[in-house]
């Protein structure tokens, strides 16, 4: 057990903290050039960034920032994890989904889950509707080691006929010679998520029917999968998960109360779905942050030794995108670390192009499922990350990351509960009204490229081929819920219209005129052809450009829109006379690359600015209309 620091280290550790701060406000004041003592806040405060959920992120962290030991994993209040009999060799379950390919057999598609099996996959979450039925599960799970696969159901508005045909395959299986050890990771679910889904939308059972099922429920068997993926994929901040997570839980466990169910067996009965995404530190402090809060729900009903939680992590779909899908692949590893690291029970691993309706996919089915199986497989059995329980555990910046994720997932949960409880909140709109809310935060963070995409806002491919229909809004998803609202939707409408415009004609252009050497123009030129093609739009840079080069140079006369890009000292020496050759030779409109205040004063000025900090979206819009117009023309 770590030894907390004496009173003595404590003012030792006050005083070095102290040290670091006098010489950082000293920095930050001579980059300002002010005095130290008219900093507006202190350094620590100036150098922290927020997250969507106000949680900070300070600049350094020390041992001042060291908390007590939070006990060992599987053991109260189940940060460090909740299975004291995880099995380290194996680490978390490589759960894979099956069923959402349409013309699949019932037999075909077992052949499919056993091939997977040997090739790494140890769980099973089964569409049921898609290409088999709730009466096919017999035959789908032909030859599973159950005691050693956990099967997750989704079978929708079926999901009680699903559930009951897959209790009675557990009850029928033949007994295996040695049965396997009861685990937290091999503990099945039937799935049922209807409180959940009464917020998102997607299809799902009656909540008074799935209660009397759960109370008679056997063992090694969880009726409820509470799924946070509801409400990230519409745009919920991870406090907003966790706390209607905890929030919709709560409200089955009154249930179960209220049909006669003891707090330890409701407890039982609940297993939770979890978003992650590539921001790796928020996904290991979400589900350790989930752990603490559910535990304290149980301490709460009396039963601590019941609170943990069981997790089942799935790589967040609003993350990925549809344009340069390649990405997806780096987004889904951070992400699958983060919930290994994190210590999820089980992880699924979208695939890279689950962004694209299943017909507009370039690569086979079994290419995609074998990429997202092997990223968890190298991060098990190469990276060993699971290995080691709660690896994160400790580090000063984690921990107190888990805490301020708590904490503001506890006021969520608690304000739900203000409104009445979780279905109340519901009812009475308030929930979407707070997922409305930071959807639009987290939409003008992108729009204003603070929030980057790479391949997308960042760095797009004008190159890559150009889809057929405009899919950017598209729900028509495996996973996918009617209020899903991806990261890049924004910015890929507009790349679908452009491309719609390239399919009649070309591609829809803005002239650079560049003035200076290629080492002057050559950062806003990048900068500018970069957040052009963000919106589909193609940057023409015809090279150096002089008020009386312009009228000799080729697509420039008459052209809708270009942008004047250069360095401030050549803005000042050359920048009017270019910006009268331009309007001379009919340029509709004239735009400056960089901030407007490095123009020279004078009678005329360029007619807006490309910077960084705009409103990307709103700025590529009013430009593709402009361009598109002149075009038809």
């Not at 992108?446 to 809004?473: C, K, M, Q, Y």
């Not at 002089?546 to 890009?565: F, K, N, Q, R, Y």
């Not at 009017?576 to 407007?596: C, E, M, N, T, Y």
């Amino acid at each position: 057990m770590t030894a907390q620091p004496t009173q003595r280290t404590r003012e030792q550790l006050d005083e070095d903290y102290q040290r670091w701060s006098t010489a950082a406000a000293a920095v930050l004041a001579k980059s300002r050039r002010i005095e130290p003592a008219d900093l507006p806040d202190t350094p620590e405060a100036l150098l922290s960034t927020p997250t969507r959920d106000e949680v900070s992120i300070r600049p350094l962290y020390t041992r001042k920032d060291e908390v007590g030991e939070r006990g060992l994993p599987g053991g109260f209040p189940f940060v460090r994890g909740a299975d004291p009999a995880r099995d380290v060799q194996q680490g978390w379950r490589v759960t894979e989904r099956f069923g959402d390919l349409p013309g699949q057999s019932a037999e075909g598609l077992n052949e499919t889950i056993l091939d997977a099996a040997g090739s790494g996959t140890s769980g099973i979450w089964l569409a049921v509707g898609p290409a088999v039925q709730a009466g096919d599960l017999a035959a789908v799970l032909n030859g599973i080691y159950l005691d050693l696969m956990p099967v997750t159901l989704d079978a929708g508005d079926d999901g009680l006929a699903a559930a009951r045909e897959f209790l009675s395959v557990l009850a029928d299986r033949p007994t295996p010679p040695q049965e396997a050890p009861a685990l937290l990771a091999t503990t099945h679910s039937l799935g049922l998520s209807p409180y959940t889904a009464a917020f998102s939308g997607r299809p799902s059972v009656c909540a008074a029917e799935a209660t009397e099922l759960a109370a008679h429920a056997p063992a090694r068997v969880r009726t409820f999968r509470v799924d946070g993926t509801d409400f990230a994929q519409a745009g919920a901040s991870n406090a907003q998960e966790l706390g209607l997570l905890v929030a919709a839980a709560l409200a089955h466990i009154r249930d179960l109360a209220a049909a006669g169910v003891s707090p330890s067996a409701a407890l039982n009965q609940i297993s939770f779905a979890v978003s992650v995404d590539d921001d790796q530190f928020a996904a290991v402090a979400k589900l350790r942050a989930l752990r603490l809060m559910w535990a304290r729900v149980a301490q709460v009903l009396g039963t601590p030794e019941a609170g943990a939680a069981l997790t089942h992590a799935v790589t967040d779909l609003s993350m990925l995108t549809q344009r340069d899908p390649w990405v997806n692949m780096l987004r889904t590893t951070v992400a699958a670390f983060g919930a290994g690291v994190g210590g999820a029970d089980q992880v699924t691993v979208l695939g890279y192009d689950a962004a694209l309706p299943i017909a507009e996919r370039s690569s086979s089915p079994t290419f995609s499922a074998r990429i997202a199986r092997n990223t968890q497989l190298l991060l098990l059995e190469e990276s060993n990350i699971g290995r080691v329980l709660d690896p994160a555990g400790g580090s000063w910046y984690v921990e107190d990351l888990t805490d301020g994720l708590a904490a503001a997932a506890w006021q969520v949960f608690t304000d739900t509960e203000a409104h009445g409880g979780y279905r109340d909140a519901l009812d009475q709109g308030a929930i979407a009204r707070w997922i409305d809310q930071a959807l639009a935060l987290r939409d003008e963070a992108v729009d204003h490229r603070s929030a980057p995409i790479t391949g997308v806002s960042e760095f797009p491919n004008l190159g890559e081929s150009a889809f057929a229909a405009a899919l950017a809004d598209t729900t028509d998803l495996p996973t996918a819920t009617a209020k899903l609202a991806r990261v890049a939707r924004r910015f890929e409408e507009l790349r679908d219209r452009a491309d719609a415009a390239t399919a009649t004609g070309t591609r829809p252009g803005i002239v650079l005129l560049p003035l200076g050497t290629v080492a002057e123009h050559n950062g806003r030129t990048t900068f500018v052809a970069n957040l052009l093609a963000a919106g589909g739009i193609e940057a023409i840079n015809p090279g150096p450009i002089t008020a009386e080069s312009l009228t000799e140079t080729p697509g420039i006369a008459g052209a809708p829109v270009a942008v004047i890009c250069g360095t401030k000292a050549r803005y000042q020496s050359d920048g009017p006379a270019l910006l009268a050759a331009a309007r001379a030779a009919g340029i509709g409109r004239i735009l400056l690359a960089g901030p407007d205040r490095e123009w020279p004063d004078g009678d005329d000025a360029p007619d807006g600015s490309l910077q960084v900090g705009i409103d990307a979206v709103t700025t590529l819009t009013e430009l593709l209309d402009t361009v598109t117009a002149h075009a038809g023309e």
